[in-house]
């Protein structure tokens, strides 16, 4: 499974910006979908995770009321919404997918695929 992520690029602190990920193949109802980030010199970390159906979601404590996760089963591809951005938030941003996880707080031990990467830069 190849992920397509898109929708990076440079944003002012407190702004918005939409990543998109393509999910392809018949099958993408069967993973559990998250978004990490790695900054520079930091380790990858878990943003946010949503379920197969799309009605449980999860978020790390650092984004949690400022960014929001979401999936459309038809295209498919999954979504996160960020307002509020802070330099702090300046990273590379990877979708990623499980089928083996069973809830939506993401580890990265728990994904079996990864997108390519895409960089959001955030100006203060």
């Known amino acids: 499974v190849q992920l397509q992520a898109c929708g990076g690029g440079l944003v002012q602190a407190g702004g918005s910006m939409r990543l998109s990920c393509a999910i392809p193949g018949p099958t993408s109802r069967r993973y559990v979908m998250g978004w990490f980030r790695q900054a520079p010199g930091k380790e990858r970390e878990f943003v946010a995770g949503i379920s197969r159906s799309g009605g449980s979601e999860y978020y790390a404590a650092s984004v949690k009321g400022r960014f929001a996760i979401s999936r459309n089963l038809v295209k498919p591809t999954v979504d996160l919404q960020m307002h509020g951005l802070m330099p702090e938030d300046a990273a590379v941003y990877y979708c990623?997918?499980?089928?083996?996880?069973?809830?939506?707080?993401?580890?990265?031990?728990?994904?079996?695929?990864w997108g390519q990467g895409t960089q959001v830069t955030v100006s203060s």
């Open positions: 990623a997918a499980s089928w083996r996880a069973r809830n939506t707080f993401l580890e990265e031990s728990d994904m079996d695929y």
